[in-house]
Every structure is written in C-alpha cells, then in structure tokens.
C-alpha cells in the first residue's frame, strides 16, 4: 500500500467524493472525462506464477475509458501518463478577492476580468494576458490564466516573469480550460495535494500514485468513447539487449553496474541501489544477450538478487522480495481484493544449474539442506 496521511485514510473510510487523474505532459483526465460508471480497473501484480518464484519481471497494467465529446481527442496521440486517485479531504472557506485565485508554493495570484488582468503577491505582473483571465492552473512550478475562450498565458511560479512563448494548447485542454470558468486550481506534485477555489470556497483532494504508464494511441479514436488498456514502463524493456558499447560499460562488470547501466539506457529511475549480488562480477559479455531483450536480462538479474523486477508507484524500476507487514485491511481499504497463500518451506539449499554446454550439466550448491531452489541458465551466474 502507498504512504498516504490519516486524514486520506480517514476520507476514504468515511466515504467521501474520490476523484481519478490521469496526468499526461500535455493533458489531464479527471471524472468528467472518465467513464467512471464504468470503472477504472488496475492491477498491481506481484508474483504472476502458479507458484512463488524468483526473477519474474512484472508489469502493472490499468484500463479505463475517457469520453471523446466533440471528437477533440481524435488526433490525440496519448503516450505516458502518471495515474492517481484521490480523495476530497475537506473544505474550507477564503476571502474571494478577485473573480479567480489561487495560492501556490509561491505566490497569491488575483485573476481579474479588468486590467490589471493578473495580480501576483500585490502587484500586476509586468506582461499582462491580453484578456480578461476567466480561470487559472498552477502546475510543476507554472501558472496558466485562460480566458473564456481558452486562450492563454503562462508564467513562472518563481519569478512572475512571462514564458507564454513555445507552450502549446491542445483542442482537448482548451475546452477544459473554458470549462473552468470562475476557478483557480493548484496540484502540488511534492505533496500530491490539489486545491480547487472557486466562489469563496477551497477544495481539497490528497492523492497516492498508482503508477506510470504509457497509452498508445487507439485505431479508433474518432468514437464517442475511448477505451485505453496500458501497461507500466516495463513494456519499455521489450527491446533488444544492446551491446557494451552502447550501454557504456565494459567487462568485466559488476551485475550492479548493469543494472544502473540497463536503467539509464530505458531512460527510467534506479528505485533500488543496493542489493543481493550487486557486486558479483560478469568476467565477460555473456553470448545469451544477443537473443535476449532487456526484459529478459532484468529477469536474470532480479534472480541473481533473489528478487522480482517491478516498477514502484512513481515510476522506477525496483528489484523487490515479500516482506513483513503490519498493515491491516477493511472494507473501506480496497475496491476489490484477492489475497493468494503460497506455502512453501524456508530454502536451506540453492542449486545454480548451467546447461548451456550441452555435454554437461553443471549444478553448484551453497549450504546443505533438503529444502532447495534450482536457478538454471542463468548466465549472471554462470561460474
């Protein structure tokens, strides 16, 4: 389960209004444009074997539908996207100073339907919107003003100063923005809190991750609704495995150095830094990486550190193994739930089998016992 404060914990279990985000570079779907009658189904997959085994690469996957009113999602082409789900936390009241306003990390902003347009900390900001701004987002340090027709300006949270040039406005979000009207929404990414003002009254909603994934664009997107199936960034893995060379390492090399190396080529984050047989050497570059993907290389190198290959909620790349919990579940802690028992005796004995000579089986065994584990064809751990 994700870290989230009490009071997140305490909403959900008083039942209060939930709200899903899919947040795309240049877009963001919310429960207007979900089909959440119809469910937002994820699934966060630990061990996808019949038994529990080692060396899995494992991918999340989450499916969901978001309506295309007046076709403006037809030459959308989707891609990567963080999605999350939230919880309204409560409301409280401030003083409606100005039509539209928001208060991020770093300034108050007054959005106003005379000039001086837009008022930050007190003072117009030195470039004016060149029209009256009907509402306002503050998002990844900066502040968007649309008007009533979607046109827009943005501006540096930090400084006030004007960035408008070289920022786009998709057909999809600039009916959003005209949607909008008479609000001031700010997200705090660091936080995960979003803030909604309007009419004198803040919203506010906490929300927890469930991870990064990509949505390819549909064949058919020219329909009133738009089905999207997407997998975690594991699917970015489904590559050939490259060279030395190109990773730029050299052997002999440390299975850690491959790791990290593996982690910058898919352009991802190390989520674990330390681990079992991190700094066992590969003497050289084995000859099964040229019929191999990157998938299957973190697959044998998750079985060398005895763990499974997984993204984590924010999107890096984690070896990972079951570990003890306190935490406990009700009702309210869950939409569906399926808990699985594998029982299996403590491993007192490790066979490493290497049968790529086909002349000859080799076995290795560490400690002595009758309770083993067979890790085969590996070739991270070939002698």
Known sequence: M????????????????????????????????????????????FNAQDDISIGQTLSNSISFSVFNDNELLNSYEFGKFTATLGVKLGTDSYQQLAPVVINTNQAQYFGNSEPPYL???GEPVSVQPAFPVRSMLGY????????????????????????????KLNAFMQNKAVE????????????????????GFRDRYEFVPLGVFRADRPNNPGVHEIGLSCFDLMQDA??????????????PATIGTLFTALCNYIGVAQGTKNFLN?????????????????????????????????????????????????????ESGYSKFEPYWYETKKISRLYVRDTSDNSETIDEMADSGSDHYLIQDNPLMRG
């Open 2 to 45: 994700y870290p989230a404060s009490n009071a997140f914990h305490e909403a959900v279990a008083n039942g209060n209004e939930q709200m899903a985000l899919m947040i795309f570079d240049d877009c963001v779907f919310t429960n207007d444009d979900i089909n959440i009658a119809s469910g937002i189904n994820f699934n966060d997959t």
């Open 119 to 121: 008022i930050r900390n």
């Open 140 to 167: 990844a340090g900066k502040v968007w003003v649309f008007s009533e027709l979607g046109q827009f300006a943005v501006y540096d949270d930090k400084t006030g100063v004007n960035i408008t040039a070289g920022h």
């Open 180 to 199: 909008w009207s008479g609000k001031g929404i700010f997200y705090n990414k660091d936080s995960r809190i979003l803030f909604i003002y309007a009419g």
């Open 238 to 251: 489904e590559r050939d495995m490259p060279s030395a060379s190109v990773l730029g390492i050299t052997y």
């Open 278 to 330: 991190e700094d066992a050497t590969i003497t050289k570059e084995p000859n099964d990486f040229e019929n191999a993907t990157i998938r299957t290389v973190l697959g044998w190198i998750a079985e060398a550190a005895c763990s499974n290959a997984k993204f984590s909620r924010d999107g890096a790349l984690c070896l990972e193994w079951l570990k003890q919990t306190t935490q406990t579940y009700n």
